[in-house]
């Protein structure tokens, strides 16, 4: 998959959006799992803060003037494999996110899920994280990018065009983007 490609899945499942993004990255699964946990990796590709990688420990990120700050608990963590916390804030509707770590020859299937409440946010929310996943893809081969915000507008259009206002009422189920 080249990187201009915008690829994703959506599904519903119970009233909210399971949205799956996947990439095959050439580099270990240690070294994606050290860009998902440390706090000065994490700053390079998605937002200045901390992540405490165990069961219970705190994440913190703050976007700055360009979105929320998040402070959650981390529910799942097994290093190099799963990670998983909620990305909301305040008394937001929860958004769980878990990224699955596959080793495959010489690299790794990372593996993004979201679960978000069915809503017009949907699109933008598949967006950012697609936008932010090609600048996780940069800094693991050390290079530092702006926000690329012409990806993002093209998931976001990518994703509204199969994101209808009610996608559980039209059987949107397992849609690749």
Known sequence: MD??????QLTPMNGRIAATLVRSLDHSPEAVWRMLTDSV???QWLAPGMLEARRGGRVQLDFGNSGTPIDCQITACEPNRLLAYSWSAGDAPERPLEWRL???E?????????LLPDD???PIACAG??????MLMAALEGISIHFPADRFRRARA???SIYPSRPSA??????PV
């Open 120 to 122: 017009e946010l949907v």
């Open 106 to 114: 010489g690299s790794t299937r990372l593996t993004l899920t979201l």
């Open 41 to 43: 990796c994490l700053a």
């Open 158 to 160: 990518r994703y509204e």
């Open 102 to 104: 596959e080793p495959e």
């Open 129 to 134: 994280w697609d936008a932010h996943m090609e």
């Open 170 to 175: 039209l059987g949107l189920a397992n849609t």
């Open 3 to 8: 990187q201009e490609t915008i690829d994703g």
